[in-house]
């Protein structure tokens, strides 16, 4: 059509211009990609699992659907947790600050786990998020993802200095060893959790807030744990 610079083939038939309708299919599409990739993760590792099996898994014809629209396999995981991260961290920024400068520790070690186990309530039943999660940290060439995740977190970062004031008289280096312990912990039991609500047993419904709360005070025991080191 003279001078409105679009084309009519650019247009289909409801009248939406084709240009919004192939960005559209493009975010379908990016979705789809994440979803299979995470669940395929959760369930076979990073390792095993190749771009090709991703886009295949998720009926794409064009075996490098995955490069197309990400890159290389490490720009697929980082696209995963970014697809999460936003959510946990606005959790976890309005509870540091509904703490303010407490030096309680419970408060502290709820706002670290909390945000993670209510954002994996969200998923439904079943969610994989929580299994690629460990299967990542297990990961020795993708896991520093999650450390560059961490890095980039203020509330996170509020979050271990909250953690730090409440345990004033605990030495550097036990610190720093609960602290892997405790992400250890949490990463492993919420994907054991997970694995569980996805087996739906109706004598045990999934609870995330009792998962959370049970997660919570085994923390506070293991930080408060007596020090023997020499």
């Not at 990016?30 to 995470?38: D, K, Q, Y």
């Not at 699992?49 to 197309?68: I, K, L, M, P």
């Not at 407490?102 to 998020?129: F, M, Q």
């Not at 419904?205 to 930080?223: F, H, K, N, Q, R």
Request: aromatic residues 6%; proline residues 4%.
């Amino acid at each position: 059509m003279g001078g409105s610079g679009i084309d009519s083939s650019d247009i289909d038939s409801s009248g939406i211009d084709g240009s919004g309708t192939r960005s559209a299919r493009t975010s379908a599409t990016r979705e789809a990609l994440l979803s299979v990739a995470e669940r395929l993760y959760a369930e076979e590792g990073l390792h095993t699992v190749s771009n090709r099996h991703v886009s295949e898994a998720a009926g794409q014809g064009n075996n490098a659907a995955v490069a197309y629209h990400f890159g290389s396999k490490a720009d697929l995981v980082r696209a995963i947790v970014d697809r999460h991260s936003g959510a946990v961290e606005e959790t976890r920024t309005e509870m540091v600050e509904h703490v303010g400068e407490s030096e309680r520790l419970e408060d502290w070690v709820s706002c670290l786990i909390r945000p993670y186990t209510d954002h994996l309530a969200t998923l439904g039943v079943p969610s994989w998020y929580g299994r690629f999660n460990v299967q990542l940290l297990a990961d020795p060439s993708l896991r520093t993802i999650v450390y560059e995740q961490a890095t980039d977190s203020v509330a996170l970062r509020s979050t271990l200095d909250g953690l730090d004031r409440s345990l004033p008289n605990l030495p550097l280096d036990v610190r720093r060893a609960r602290r892997e312990m405790v992400r250890s912990l949490m990463m492993h039991v919420c994907a054991e959790k997970e694995l569980e609500f996805s087996q739906q047993h109706p004598e045990r419904p999934p609870s995330w807030a009792d998962c959370g709360t049970d997660l919570i005070d085994a923390t506070v025991g293991l930080w408060r744990a007596p020090v023997s080191r020499r």
